[in-house]
């Protein structure tokens, strides 16, 4: 099946740095893209929506200025993290849908940020 | 608005015996619905999906899933648990439009006893 990679797939940062994480579609082009955030147990948020070329679409109660997202490309979206802090840290997960197949969503494998 | 519910956050099965896991949905539009399965600190892989065709799903690793809208629910089964589906698993909707946006159950975690 198609191939989301997500990097890094693991990143410890101190409190106050920004961090970025890149969603790749690796053979497959992605007009929409979608970030969720997932703490321990618990089930996926979806944070915000990507589209290629336009501004992210966020769900509410999610800071834009916080979570900065990028849809540059076809293949590429990022999710920076903006003055991290400890309540940022949590199980970042991306997918990205397939626009020329079946339009079925493809899982990144997830990274996972510690906020020191 | 579109909504799951996943009954029981733990579910536990001898290896050998059927797997029961249940999903309820709620949705003003007809519903896509999904299973999909986390291992730990991995992401989600698609199990099986329902998009308006056959009520009854066959995915992969012999998992299946009936829609039944009566009951507006979305169960998983699987005949005979393997030690292997001890994981994550989550239902979730969507619209089936153009945002395709996936909301996602609160999950529920399968052990398999030896």
């Known amino acids: 099946g198609a191939v989301v990679s997500q990097h890094p797939s693991w990143v410890i940062c101190k409190s106050g740095t920004s961090v970025k994480i890149e969603c790749r579609s690796l053979?497959?082009?992605?007009?929409?893209m979608f970030w969720y955030r997932q703490f321990p147990k618990q089930s996926l948020m979806l944070m915000a929506t990507s589209n290629e070329g336009s501004k992210a679409t966020y769900e509410q109660g999610v800071e834009k200025d916080k979570f900065l997202i990028n849809h540059a490309s076809l293949t590429l979206s990022t999710l920076t993290v903006t003055s991290a802090h400890p309540e940022d840290s949590s199980f970042y997960i991306c997918?990205?849908?397939?626009?020329?197949?079946?339009?079925?969503?493809?899982f990144g494998e997830g990274s996972r940020l510690t906020v020191l | 608005a579109q909504s799951v519910t996943q009954l029981g956050s733990h579910v536990s099965v001898s290896e050998g015996a059927l797997v029961l896991l249940r999903c309820n949905y709620s949705s003003s539009v007809p519903p896509y619905l999904f299973w999909y399965v986390q291992y730990p600190n991995q992401g989600l892989q698609l199990l099986l999906k329902y998009t308006s065709a056959a009520t009854l799903v066959k995915g992969i690793n012999g998992f299946e899933a009936e829609f039944k809208k009566s009951e507006t629910s979305f169960h998983l089964t699987k005949p005979s648990a393997h030690m292997s589906d001890a994981a994550e698993y989550f239902c979730a909707v969507s619209d089936g439009g153009a945002t395709n946006k996936l909301i996602f159950g609160t999950g529920t975690l399968l052990a398999v006893q030896p």
């Open positions: 997918s990205a849908r397939d626009a020329g197949g079946s339009g079925e969503l493809f």
């Open positions: 053979d497959f082009q992605a007009t929409t």
